[in-house]
């Protein structure tokens, strides 16, 4: 996520270091597909790596593909529940029923859209395939697509910005797309594997950078290590030089693009572009120490971008974030303690058991199996070491491991564990425990930030090798690929799921409720058990829910908390679902049911046949609601 500022110590933004500047050709006429066929000759190996990228991501998530709605992430099944839900909102937005507070969860409060992570563009630029496939499908799709797109990203902005051979840029590009902390998140975090506008916030800000440095450059070297930012070829026109109103020109674009991109990212992931700012931030400064020179030419030009870029994006994000933390329903604050979802120290050179050398034992390490940010294994740890001593002269370098030691600091949180021991070592984490917002996010996320940062660094020593000759020449390649090898992701564990109740799939419950209004599911869905909440996603959420799987203000004094209150009347049944027992119900609870459902606004409650102790509930609410009626495969009342 680093390589923004570092970058610029790279090959020219248009010129790569195979491409030399020549003069026009004249066009050879020819067929469209002679030309594509050409263009794709030409490009093969990029398309190659390209093609792997997406075999890769595909092999990894077909457990998924066989049977979308039917399959679901073994390690993490509610995580998926909520986004497939999520998902099924969002795509209302095709339809003009759109809204960032939500009706369709916690009736009738509703549920703020921007205080959770509800991968808002994702799921407005992939509504056609939720529509017509269903939202399981949209999910797996996303799943694989997030990890191969990442990849891409990295990759051709290693190719094209940092001027990388085409292996050293597929072997970074792959540990940034396929990392072991990325793999893990896939288990149900989209709003954290969709990382594939990071290495355009980090194009602009390069671009930005180099625009910003009016130093006359020179003819481009083809070592990596001797380009700087004011040691570059021609531009796209050919011209020599950056001063005038060309530089300016690109100053003044590379902002505004900077500020929609930034801006599309916190609907697809707030986490993600904080941490991507964070990093930059702290690469920022160290580049700025390490290349003085470069700082005091370009600073005051490149703040001025910064600054237009940041004012842009606030405009038109000011109000989302104003809902996000004072709107209905917004929260202000993190839900999630930064003790508990700290990084243990050990799990750093320990391999992730989701990779080929991983074990199950290794999970002791961290709080759940979308979590293994940190296990890098140390043959990888050894390598990245061993490459960044041998370039630590080259500013960018130098950069990457100041970022990836910060970044790696923070995630052990504010108490540092050794094994699962707390040593009473205060963590830098700790500095940032009253800073707002900032004290709410995750350590151990932190983490995922030093993966870009180390691929960077094997990336520029797999090129040097490579360009060098001699015995490094396949010394470094190959000491890179074995230690990224026991790293390497393993297929996504899967399982069969329930299938949901015809009554739903087959449009019955359209005979029960309107759109748009609230059918109770019993039990009702809870953050533990949010089953139900796959009823809402095979209608596309065209019906509300009470209660759910949410963030929203029901803790403590108005702060965050997971899920909301449970009215008399779903705890009661709650109760009887997980015991069996049916309960003789007095007059006061049937009158309680009945302020209950008015409380939902419900049109009716339902109750599956093939529910766990459904007779039970069903003698109950028969004891609530009067007799049901029986609508294909499940018992229906109308409160």
Request: charged share 15%; glycine share 10%.
């Amino acid at each position: 996520m680093v390589e923004a500022v570092s970058s610029a110590a790279c090959a020219d933004q248009d010129a790569g270091p195979d491409r030399e500047a020549t003069p026009d050709r004249p066009t050879v006429p020819g067929s469209r597909r002679t030309r594509l066929l050409a263009a794709a000759h030409r490009n093969r190996v990029d398309l190659l790596a390209v093609l792997g990228f997406l075999v890769l991501a595909g092999v990894l998530t077909h457990g998924l593909w066989p049977n979308p709605s039917g399959r679901v992430l073994a390690l993490n099944p509610e995580d998926q529940t909520l986004y497939e839900w999520f998902l099924a909102v969002d795509s209302r937005a095709l339809l003009g029923d759109f809204s960032l507070l939500t009706d369709r969860l916690n009736a009738p409060d509703g549920v703020n859209l921007m205080a959770n992570t509800t991968v808002i563009a994702l799921g407005v630029v992939f509504a056609p395939v939720t529509l017509v496939f269903g939202a399981p499908t949209t999910f797996a799709l996303l799943a694989a697509l997030n990890l191969a797109g990442t990849a891409i990203a990295w990759y051709a902005l290693y190719v094209r910005v940092l001027g990388a051979g085409r292996l050293a840029a597929a072997l970074g590009a792959g540990l940034c797309g396929f990392g072991p902390g990325i793999v893990s998140q896939t288990n149900s975090h989209l709003h954290m594997t969709a990382q594939w506008l990071v290495p355009v916030i980090i194009w602009l800000v390069v671009r930005m950078l180099r625009a910003a440095d009016r130093a006359p450059r020179a003819g481009a070297g083809r070592n990596l290590a001797a380009v700087g930012p004011g040691v570059t070829g021609r531009d796209r026109d050919g011209r020599v030089g950056r001063a005038g109103a060309g530089a300016d020109r690109r100053l003044v674009t590379s902002a505004v693009a900077l500020a929609v991109v930034v801006t599309v990212q916190v609907f697809v992931g707030e986490e993600v572009l904080f941490l991507a700012a964070l990093t930059l931030a702290v690469m920022t400064v160290a580049y700025a120490v390490a290349d003085r020179r470069l700082a005091r030419r370009a600073f005051p030009a490149f703040a001025a971008g910064m600054l237009l870029a940041t004012g842009l994006a606030l405009v038109v994000l000011a109000y989302p974030l104003w809902f996000q933390f004072a709107g209905p329903q917004g929260v202000a604050d993190g839900m999630f303690s930064p003790y508990y979802f700290s990084a243990d120290l050990t799990s750093w050179w320990t391999f992730s058991p989701l990779s080929l050398a991983g074990d199950d034992t290794a999970a002791r390490l961290t709080t759940g199996p979308a979590e293994y940010n940190t296990f890098l294994g140390w043959p990888l740890l050894l390598v990245g070491a061993a490459c960044a001593i041998w370039l630590r002269r080259q500013p960018l370098v130098v950069a990457c491991v100041v970022g990836a030691l910060v970044m790696g600091a923070l995630s052990l949180g504010p108490d540092v564990v050794v094994d699962r021991t707390r040593t009473g070592v205060p963590g830098p984490f700790r500095f940032l425990l009253d800073v707002p917002v900032v004290d709410g996010a995750l350590p151990m996320r932190f983490a995922l930030a030093v993966l870009p940062l180390l691929a960077t660094v094997l990336v520029l020593a797999v090129d040097r090798a490579w360009r060098g000759g001699g015995r490094g020449r396949m010394v470094v390649p190959a000491a890179v690929v074995a230690a990224l090898l026991p790293a390497a992701p393993t297929p996504l564990a899967t399982e069969d799921r329930p299938p949901v109740p015809e009554f739903i799939t087959a449009g019955h419950w359209r005979d029960c409720v309107r759109p748009g209004g609230v059918l109770v599911p019993v039990p009702a869905p809870t953050p533990r058990e949010p089953w139900p909440m796959r009823w809402a996603v095979a209608a596309d959420a065209a019906f509300a829910l009470p209660e759910g799987f949410f963030i929203g203000p029901y803790g403590r004094d108005g702060t965050a908390a997971m899920g909301t209150y449970k009215q008399p009347t779903s705890a009661l049944l709650a109760e009887v679902a997980r015991h069996g027992e049916q309960p003789v119900v007095s007059e006061g609870q049937r009158r309680q049911a009945a302020r209950d459902a008015d409380f939902w606004n419900a049109s009716c409650v339902v109750l599956a046949a093939n529910e766990r102790h459904a007779e039970s509930l069903r003698g109950t609410l028969e004891q609530l609601y009067g007799p049901a009626t029986r609508v294909a495969d499940a018992w229906i009342w109308r409160p």
